[in-house]
């Protein structure tokens, strides 16, 4: 098997080291109040903490990133980001939304559902800070939920993967067996098998459990793709965050092999320029809309709450056309989008 690339790898190293700043004779509730006032006249600080793989993983982390940027740039003011590990405990996740919310950074914004659990403990000491959560619902008055409809984009992905397979066989990779990735494969089997009933589809996950290393292990993803496309699929969709860079390498190393992208327009990441000729499609979730929507509107002194869900009709998830690789089947993905948007088709969540 070939060496896969360290792409990756220096995304994950960059990502920012833990840093807690307390004010000496401030209580935690003093210091929420004083971040949500400095916020409401503009001097906004926004402190993130990604999920494994961090910012220049050119998928998942990097979509949340996009939207932390524009804030930035729209708004000025103060971003503090930190990255899980995939070693994580529940009490690291914690301690690190919580150093984030003592340091008055506010909103702070937990990218990925393994912080769903130590949000809702973080969200009730900290209730004068806004909570961001990405993937999942906590129920806390005062954290913002931002759901998507993987599902939708996912099925259309499907229906892309069945109109180019020559092989009559295309692959699922997923980075976790986790209620959120089955979404992405439920979508996927689903558009697949709507298009073309007799195509078969090949799955496989990087990580079961608690483990969140299929997240982040490229070598992983190279093996799994490589594997699938030895057993004859010729379409690979990988929603694994960045053990999918190792995909898109393996499925490029094939003549005539087609992979499909995750989270952000991988055809467009400079650090995968090399493979770009192999990459069919991404399916996009706009993680920077939500993440810039909340930043917004705590910015503008009305933090958004409850739960905003970002659907394939309200453009929070898409496919994307780089590349030109799908205009020769755009009429029937516009199809395929139109059934979903007015309800005729009903995309499933589980497989």
């Known amino acids: 098997m070939r060496r896969v690339t360290k792409i990756a790898a220096a995304g994950i190293a960059s990502a920012a080291l833990a840093m807690s700043a307390t004010a000496c004779g401030s209580t935690s509730a003093d210091k929420a109040k004083d971040s949500a006032s400095s916020s409401a006249k503009g001097d906004v600080k926004v402190g993130v903490a990604y999920d494994v793989g961090g910012r220049g993983d050119h998928s998942f982390n990097d979509s949340a990133a996009r939207g932390m940027d524009k804030a930035k740039k729209e708004f000025g003011g103060e971003v503090k980001e930190l990255t899980a590990k995939t070693t ?11 150093q984030l919310a003592e ?20 969200a009730k000491q900290y209730p004068d800070t806004t909570f961001g959560i990405v993937d999942a619902v906590v129920n806390a008055k005062n954290v913002d939920n931002m759901v998507f409809t993987e599902e939708q984009s996912s099925y259309l992905a499907g229906v892309a993967a069945a109109l180019k397979t020559k092989k009559k066989h295309v692959g699922f990779i997923g980075g976790q067996d986790s209620v959120l990735i089955k979404k992405f494969e439920a979508g996927y089997k689903q558009g697949v098998k709507d298009t073309k009933p ?3 589809v090949d799955t496989q996950y990087l990580s079961h459990g608690s483990d969140t290393s299929g997240f982040a292990s490229p070598d992983k993803g190279q093996a799994a793709a490589q594997g699938m496309l030895d057993n004859g699929a010729d379409v690979i969709y990988t929603a694994a ?7 898109i390498e393996a499925v490029h190393g094939v003549k005539g092999a087609w992979a ?3 989270d952000s327009d991988q055809y467009e990441q400079p650090q995968l320029a090399q493979y770009k000729s192999a990459i069919l499609t991404s399916v996009v979730k706009n993680v920077d809309g939500g993440v810039y929507d909340l930043i917004k509107s705590v910015k503008d002194g009305a933090p958004l709450t409850g ?6 009709a309200k453009g929070g998830v898409s496919l994307t056309t780089s590349g030109g690789f799908i205009k020769d089947i755009q009429p029937q993905l516009d199809a395929a989008k139109k059934k979903i948007v007015d309800g005729t088709i009903k995309v499933a969540t589980t497989p």
């Open 241 to 247: 965050g960045s053990s999918g860079n190792g995909a």
């Open 260 to 262: 499909i992208g995750v």
């Open 88 to 98: 994580d405990t529940e009490a690291d996740r914690l301690d690190r939304l919580s």
């Open 103 to 122: 340091a008055g950074y506010n909103p702070v914004i937990g990218i990925g559902f393994t912080y769903a659990p130590s949000m809702e403990k973080a």
């Open 307 to 312: 739960t905003q869900t970002y659907s394939l």
């Open 198 to 200: 007799g195509i078969k």
